[in-house]
């Protein structure tokens, strides 16, 4: 059963830092794009960043640039997204999801609709 369960949410002040983990089971995301998405309230679903290795792509949203960085750890069957200087404006549920090589993320986007399995959600709450 393919499975994909986040961490690592939490209240945080504007600059701080956050690292979220998205940890899957019944899969190897070696073979999968996965991909970290947010919802702010009353905002539709957004795309942060997503990791292709098939593909060598690796994209961030232009929101997040410099600030955010996504990472795999292969042998735990994890991935991370290390969140620096977070903003207000970073607040909502984040997600982690897949979706099959060759879909999902590109090197522009991540399309939001190539995905096929995703995780509950955890909070991020920046304060100023």
């Known amino acids: 059963q393919v499975q994909l369960v986040e961490s690592g949410g939490g209240l945080v002040q504007a600059g701080g830092s956050l690292r979220l983990s998205c940890a899957a089971s019944?899969?190897?995301?070696?073979?999968?794009?996965i991909g970290w998405f947010r919802q702010a309230p009353g905002k539709q679903r957004e795309g942060v960043s997503c990791?292709?290795?098939?593909?060598?792509?690796?994209y961030y949203a232009d929101s997040v640039k410099g600030r955010f960085t996504i990472f795999r750890d292969n042998a735990k069957n994890e991935v991370y997204l290390q969140m620096n200087n977070l903003k207000p404006e970073d607040t909502g549920v984040y997600y982690c999801?897949?979706?099959?090589?060759?879909?999902?993320?590109?090197?522009?986007?991540?399309?939001?609709?190539?995905?096929?399995?995703w995780g509950q959600g955890t909070q991020v709450t920046v304060s100023s």
């Open positions: 019944g899969f190897s995301m070696d073979y999968y794009a």
């Open positions: 990791s292709n290795i098939m593909a060598r792509i690796t």
């Open positions: 999801a897949s979706a099959d090589s060759g879909y999902g993320c590109y090197e522009h986007t991540s399309k939001l609709d190539d995905y096929d399995y």
